[in-house]
């Protein structure tokens, strides 16, 4: 449909998009906003995190190729490694409908289909997760539009048992033997599909 008969009236795909991604998270923060996804964090986990920035410090930034000015999410280096390990979050990895931008004519486009990756902590459960953001993204759909979702399989989280004071004692020798510094631990988010 032409904009100019129609933009303005007619909703247009990329908003009923941005409205249901509103839903997910919060546009200002990056905080994802359904408490099924969403974990209280074990103390221990806190501590380690705190250790491991004391003894990387900028390093927990700068291992990433920012662009010009671009800046991290949060200057708390502490808050900004438990939100890429403990904290769900929301990428955007894939688009259809949206033609090239020197091919985009002035028309209000049919559809907008997004390819979206939640990242959930572990200690969440993956089908509880599911069935929120299925929820969140069907119900009430903005101004009664058709929205469809489709799930590749969910994956559940692993917390590694807290480490064995003997066991933590053993590495921490090592660590300051070798590299003249205290060990630390770290997460990781991701899957590895089989």
């Not at 390093?59 to 662009?67: A, T």
């Not at 028309?107 to 969440?124: C, E, F, G, K, N």
């Amino acid at each position: 449909v032409h904009s100019g008969s129609a933009s303005g009236y007619v909703p247009s795909s990329f908003r009923v998009t941005r409205q249901l991604l509103s839903r997910l998270e919060n546009i200002d923060t990056g905080e994802v906003l359904l408490d099924e996804l969403k974990t209280d964090i074990p103390e221990y986990r806190i501590q380690e995190t705190k250790k491991y920035v004391s003894i990387l410090g900028n390093e927990v930034v700068e291992e990433f190729p920012w662009d010009a000015h671009m800046e991290p999410s949060t200057d708390d280096k502490v808050e900004g490694i438990l939100r890429r390990t403990w904290r769900p979050a929301l990428s955007i990895v894939g688009a259809d409908g949206l033609p090239p931008s020197d091919n985009a004519g002035n028309v209000l486009r049919p559809y907008t289909q997004l390819q979206l990756s939640m990242r959930i902590p572990a200690l969440v459960d993956p089908k509880k997760a599911q069935d929120a953001l299925e929820k969140a993204l069907l119900e009430n759909p903005p101004y009664n539009a058709r929205v469809t979702v489709h799930f590749e399989e969910a994956a559940a989280g692993w917390n590694a048992p807290e480490t064995e004071e003997w066991l933590s004692g053993a590495m921490n020798n090592a660590s300051e033997t070798y590299f003249r510094e205290s060990s630390c631990s770290l997460g990781e988010g991701g899957t590895i599909p089989f």
